[in-house]
């Protein structure tokens, strides 16, 4: 389902036409979709494409919307952080992305993306997400997005102080170790992982001991941020 709109999101931008950026570190996909928006000359105006973010914020330019990867370079760096200072500057961003884990894509929302489409949902629905945008709506690209972003039953709400015992056990650390490093009680550290197992067996997931906790918060993103 192309278009599927969830909120508003921003301001309507001038135009169109847009003026439009993509960041993405894969040649072929900016060729693509560059390729796909010039074939649109009554929506979009000025098309560039970049491999990072920062060779986009070194022009002189503000475009109008950004298509940005939430991953970039050659570690696949998460780019969330550089979303609410794009989004300062007066640029509407598409997240379109590969991505699939809840946890990673919520926080991109978070930060104050204006769309999310999945690379597999197609250049049609980058298009629906781009004018949306321009328009001020939040537009997902399929069904499957938008319930990454908003299903409960998906995820538990795991707080970012669970997510850092979590990490400091993938880490290799001790539950003392752990304790240490973010200056609590070892007691609170396993009163921490008791609240994760109930929240995952309140999903119905089978979570046996603290290496199956650590595998699902991995799975789903919540290791990503690490102290």
Same mark, same amino acid.
């Given at each position: =389902?192309?278009?599927?709109? +969830?909120? $508003? &999101?921003?301001?309507?931008?001038?135009?169109?036409? /847009?003026?439009?950026?993509?960041?993405?570190? #894969?040649?072929?996909?900016?060729?693509? %979709? $560059?390729?796909?928006?010039?074939?649109?000359?009554?929506?979009?105006?000025?098309?560039?494409?970049?491999?990072?973010?920062?060779?986009?914020?070194?022009? &002189?330019?503000?475009?109008?919307?950004?298509?940005?990867?939430?991953?970039?370079?050659?570690?696949?760096?998460?780019?969330?952080?550089?979303?609410?200072?794009?989004?300062?500057? *007066?640029?509407?961003?598409?997240?379109?992305?590969?991505?699939?884990?809840? !946890?990673?894509?919520?926080?991109?929302?978070?930060?104050? !993306?204006?769309?999310?489409?999945?690379? @597999?949902?197609? =250049? &049609?629905?980058?298009?629906?997400?781009?004018? *949306?945008?321009?328009?001020?709506?939040?537009?997902?690209?399929?069904?499957? &997005?938008?319930?990454?972003?908003?299903?409960?039953?998906? +995820?538990?709400?795991?707080?970012?102080?669970?997510?850092?015992?979590?990490?400091?056990?993938?880490?290799?650390?001790? #539950?003392?170790?752990?304790?240490?490093?973010?200056?609590?009680?070892?007691?609170? %550290?396993?009163? #921490?992982?008791?609240?994760?197992?109930?929240?995952?067996?309140?999903? *119905?997931?089978?979570?046996? @001991?603290?290496?199956?906790?650590?595998?699902?918060?991995?799975?789903? *993103? /919540?290791?990503? #941020?690490?102290?």
């Amino acid at each position: =389902m192309v278009g599927y709109k +969830v909120t $508003m &999101a921003t301001d309507d931008l001038r135009g169109p036409p /847009w003026s439009v950026a993509v960041v993405d570190n #894969h040649e072929a996909t900016r060729l693509g %979709v $560059m390729a796909y928006l010039v074939t649109r000359p009554e929506q979009f105006g000025p098309c560039s494409a970049f491999e990072s973010v920062d060779a986009l914020t070194a022009t &002189a330019t503000v475009p109008d919307l950004i298509v940005l990867d939430l991953y970039l370079g050659r570690d696949d760096q998460p780019t969330i952080d550089a979303v609410p200072e794009l989004r300062e500057a *007066g640029s509407a961003i598409i997240l379109f992305t590969s991505e699939e884990r809840p !946890v990673p894509l919520r926080r991109a929302v978070a930060a104050g !993306v204006s769309g999310l489409v999945l690379k @597999n949902d197609g =250049m &049609a629905a980058l298009y629906e997400a781009l004018v *949306g945008a321009a328009r001020g709506e939040f537009t997902c690209s399929s069904i499957v &997005a938008e319930a990454l972003l908003t299903d409960p039953t998906l +995820v538990p709400a795991i707080t970012p102080r669970e997510a850092e015992v979590l990490a400091g056990l993938d880490d290799g650390l001790s #539950h003392q170790q752990v304790a240490r490093r973010l200056g609590i009680q070892e007691s609170t %550290v396993r009163s #921490h992982l008791k609240s994760v197992r109930e929240k995952y067996m309140a999903l *119905g997931r089978n979570v046996t @001991n603290t290496l199956s906790l650590i595998r699902e918060a991995d799975d789903e *993103g /919540w290791l990503d #941020h690490r102290p």
